[in-house]
C-alpha cells in the first residue's frame, strides 16, 4: 500500500496550460483511437515534400538536351546527374541544421518552411533556361525544404504508442509513393506542346517552357500543403524546466524508472555514440543511395535509344510505368504490409527483400532485349516488385531510428539521418548518371557489356546494404535493468 500511494502521483501526468505538446498529449490520452485526420494530415505533407525529388527524371535527359551543353549524346548523362545530386547535396548540408531548430523552436515552424521553399524553388526549376539555373535552384530546394527528419519525429509523436507504426509507415508510404508519382506527373506533363498540341499551343509560353507544367502542379499542391500546415498542431513542449513530470510519467508507463541514473543516461546521451541508432542510420543511407540511383539510372536507361542498350521509351511510357507502381505501392502499404510486417519483423522482412532485390534487378537488361507490349508488361511487373522491396525495407530502418531515441532528441536524430542518407543520394544520380554514361559507350564490351555492367553496380551497393543489416552491424536498442524489472 505504501509503494502504490509513492507510485500514484508519479503515474498522473502534469499538463501545462499553454503548452502544445501537453495539449497532443491530452488529446492521445483522451483519445485512444487512431486520427484519420492526422494521418491525412501527415500524407499531403510527406507526398508534397516527396513529389520534386524525382519528378525531373523522366524529362531530365531532354531538359539537359535541350540546354545545348553535352558534346556527345552519351554525356547528356552524366551532366544529367549533376542537376540530380544538387538537391542531395544542399539536404544534406542543412538537414541537422533543421532537426536542431525543430527541437528548439518546434516541428511546424520548420515544415511550413519546407513546404514554402518547395512553392518557390521547384516552380523556378521549372522556368530554367541554363545548366546553372537549373543546378542552383534544386541545390535551394535541397538546402530550404528541412522537412523529412521533422517529419518523422512529427509523426512518432503525434499518434499514440500502439499507432507509431502506421504513422511511420505513412511517412514511408507517402515518400515512397511521391518519389513514384513524382516521376509519373513529368513524364506526362513535360513537353505539353508536343504531346496535346489542340490545348498547349506551339509557340506558347507552354511551349517556351517544356517542362514548366509537371513543376507547376507540383508546387500548387504544395501551395495546399502549405495553407493546411497553419492548423495542423505542434508537438514539442515549451516548458524545458518543468516537463519532468511528464517525462518520469510516460517513463513509468514505458515500464522504466524516470527519476534513475538510467534515465539521466538516456537523457543526455551522446547521439552519435547511440550504436542501434546509428547502424540503423548508416544502413537507411546506403540504401537510399542505391534507390536514387536506381531511380535516375532507370529513368535515363528507359527513354536512351536501343543502340546504347536502352529501351527507346517516351516520357509517357516512363510515367505509365511509375504509376503503375505508384498505384500498387498504394495497395500493398494498406493491405499486405501491416499483416507481413507483423508476422516478419521489420528487420527480418527489410533483409528478405534486400535479397530478393538483386536477382530482380539484374534481369532489367535480359527484359530489354524483349519489345513490344511484352517489354512494357514485364518491365512494369519488374518495377513493381522493385518498388515494393524498397518501401518494405526502408519502412523497418525508420520504425528502428525513432524507438531508439527520446522526443527532445528525435528532432536531431532525423536530422542526422537526413544528413547522412542525404550524402549518400548526393552521390547517387551523379555517379548513376557518370556509370550509365560509360556502360553506353562500352555496349560492345566481352564482360557486362551495356546495360548489364550498371544493373551489376547497383547490385553490388544493394549486398553491401543487405549485409549490414545483420549483427553485430545492425541491433535494436537494448532493454535497461529497469526494464527488464517491470
Not at 234 to 253: M, P, Q, R, V, Y
Request: with cysteine.
Amino acid at each position: 500500500m505504501e509503494e502504490d500511494k509513492i507510485r500514484e502521483p508519479l503515474l498522473k501526468k502534469k499538463y501545462y496550460e499553454n503548452c502544445p505538446g501537453c495539449k497532443v498529449e491530452q488529446a492521445k490520452e483522451q483519445n485512444q483511437s487512431l486520427s484519420i485526420l492526422n494521418l491525412a494530415i501527415i500524407w499531403m505533407l510527406v507526398l508534397s515534400a516527396s513529389l520534386p525529388i524525382s519528378s525531373l527524371f523522366p524529362f531530365l535527359y531532354f531538359m539537359v538536351r535541350d540546354f545545348n551543353i553535352a558534346k556527345t549524346e552519351a554525356d547528356i548523362s552524366s551532366y544529367a546527374g549533376y542537376v540530380g545530386s544538387v538537391f542531395m547535396l544542399g539536404r544534406g548540408l542543412t538537414s541537422v541544421l533543421w532537426g536542431i531548430i525543430s527541437d528548439r523552436y518546434g516541428r511546424k515552424p520548420v515544415l511550413v518552411i519546407g513546404i514554402i521553399s518547395i512553392v518557390i524553388f521547384n516552380t523556378l526549376f521549372g522556368l530554367s533556361t541554363s545548366l546553372w539555373m537549373a543546378i542552383v535552384t534544386r541545390f535551394l530546394l535541397g538546402s530550404l525544404c528541412g522537412v523529412f527528419g521533422p517529419v518523422k519525429a512529427y509523426a512518432s509523436e503525434l499518434f499514440r504508442e500502439e499507432h507509431q507504426a502506421i504513422g511511420l509507415s505513412t511517412v514511408s508510404a507517402a515518400w515512397g509513393i511521391g518519389l513514384i508519382i513524382g516521376p509519373a506527373l513529368g513524364g506526362y506533363l513535360a513537353q505539353p506542346a508536343e504531346k496535346y498540341p489542340h490545348v498547349f499551343l506551339k509557340g506558347s509560353f507552354w511551349d517556351k517552357f517544356p517542362y514548366f507544367l509537371p513543376c507547376f502542379i507540383i508546387s500548387g499542391l504544395a501551395f495546399v500543403a502549405a495553407i493546411v500546415c497553419i492548423w495542423i498542431p505542434e508537438t514539442l513542449h515549451n516548458h524545458n524546466g518543468n516537463s519532468k513530470s511528464i517525462d518520469d510519467a510516460e517513463a513509468l508507463e514505458n515500464g522504466s524508472s524516470g527519476g534513475g541514473k538510467d534515465s539521466m543516461i538516456q537523457k543526455n546521451e551522446n547521439l552519435l555514440r547511440n550504436w542501434p541508432l546509428m547502424s540503423a542510420i548508416l544502413v537507411y543511407s546506403v540504401f537510399a543511395l542505391h534507390d536514387v540511383a536506381y531511380q535516375e539510372v532507370f529513368s535515363l536507361w528507359a527513354v536512351s535509344p536501343r543502340r546504347l542498350g536502352g529501351l527507346t521509351f517516351t516520357t509517357d511510357d516512363v510515367g505509365n510505368v511509375l504509376s503503375i507502381s505508384g498505384f500498387a505501392l498504394i495497395i500493398y502499404q494498406i493491405t499486405l504490409f501491416p499483416y507481413v510486417e507483423k508476422a516478419f519483423g521489420p528487420i527480418s522482412l527489410a533483409r528478405i527483400s534486400g535479397l530478393l532485390s538483386i536477382p530482380l534487378l539484374q534481369s532489367y537488361p535480359f527484359i530489354a532485349m524483349l519489345s513490344g507490349l511484352t517489354l512494357f508488361i514485364l518491365i512494369s511487373i519488374a518495377a513493381v516488385l522493385k518498388s515494393l522491396l524498397s518501401i518494405t525495407i526502408i519502412t523497418g530502418l525508420f520504425l528502428i531510428q525513432n524507438r531508439v531515441v527520446e522526443q527532445h532528441q528525435r528532432g536531431e536524430a532525423n536530422g542526422i539521418a537526413m544528413t547522412s542518407m542525404s550524402l549518400f543520394k548526393a552521390i547517387g544520380p551523379a555517379t548513376g548518371g557518370a556509370i550509365l554514361t560509360w556502360s553506353q559507350k562500352r555496349i560492345h564490351a566481352s564482360f557486362l557489356p551495356g546495360a548489364e555492367r550498371v544493373f551489376f553496380i547497383l547490385n553490388l551497393v544493394e549486398a553491401v546494404g543487405l549485409l549490414m543489416m545483420f549483427t553485430p552491424f545492425l541491433r535494436e536498442k537494448k532493454k535497461t535493468a529497469s526494464n527488464q524489472e517491470h
